[in-house]
């Protein structure tokens, strides 16, 4: 079945850095991918998003880029700041439905 | 403030109780979603409703009994649940399914033990 796949499950940055997290996935007819950030005790919540005939998306520290080619997409934050610390999910969506897949998530440690 | 909420925040029941979680959407949204968050785990899509009509069952035990009374509300309705459905049940909305309608708005979550 579909999937995605996220790497890696843990990041440790100091602050100021930058911090890359990779998602790969199955389903070439997926067309849309969001990044969500969930904070404790808290839900997900989008951060960016982009759409398959798009290649880049930046807004303001973060950035996501697109790979259809090797279905890879990648979330980039910059300057990382303590209150960037969360987990932060990939997903992907295909055309037409609801069916949202997720990735793993990944634990980002922003230190002072 | 997403404009989802979600009752109650924690749940601990029995094996044998029935209980049930609510969600409620301020966004004026057509679709409304219930996901499983295990530890360590990916989000699991439980459920989809669309105008109140179910358009996903993720092949969901039937221990777990969804209900859309309408666009705004969604219930998830639990009874003799086992200690593996100890999880934390997200609620999201979305406009609908296409385009940009497809952006989700998440609760805080309903954090379920079983014992």
């Known amino acids: 079945g579909e999937n995605v796949e996220q790497h890696p499950s843990t990041l440790s940055v100091q602050e100021g850095d930058s911090a890359v997290i990779k998602c790969t996935y199955s389903?070439?007819?997926?067309?849309?991918f969001p990044w969500y950030k969930q904070e404790l005790g808290k839900g997900p919540q989008l951060i960016i998003d982009?759409?398959?005939?798009?290649g880049e998306k930046k807004d303001q520290r973060i950035a996501v880029t697109l790979n259809k080619t090797a279905k890879h997409f990648s979330l980039h934050i910059t300057e990382t700041q303590p209150e960037d610390s969360a987990v932060y999910f990939c997903?992907?969506?295909?055309?037409?439905?609801?069916?949202?897949?997720f990735g793993a998530g990944t634990r980002l440690f922003v230190k002072a | 403030e997403t404009g989802v909420t979600q009752t109650p925040r924690h749940l601990v029941m029995g094996m044998t109780n029935k209980k049930s979680l609510k969600c409620e959407q301020h966004?004026?949204?057509?679709?409304m979603y219930w996901y499983k968050q295990s530890a360590k785990k990916p989000l699991e899509l439980m459920f989809v409703?669309?105008?109140?009509?179910?358009?996903e069952n993720n092949s969901v035990p039937s221990r777990f009994s969804p209900e859309c009374p309408n666009s705004s509300h969604l219930f998830l309705h639990l009874h003799t649940l086992q200690p593996e459905d100890s999880a934390l049940y997200l609620c999201?909305?979305?406009?609908?399914?296409?385009?940009?309608?497809?952006?989700?708005?998440f609760g805080p979550g309903t954090r379920l033990t079983v014992t």
């Open positions: 999201a909305s979305s406009q609908g399914w296409e385009g940009g309608d497809r952006e989700q708005y």
């Open positions: 389903d070439s007819a997926s067309n849309y």
């Open positions: 982009i759409r398959s005939n798009v």
């Open positions: 997903a992907a969506l295909g055309t037409g439905g609801f069916k949202t897949i």
């Open positions: 966004l004026g949204h057509n679709a």
């Open positions: 409703y669309n105008f109140k009509e179910q358009t």
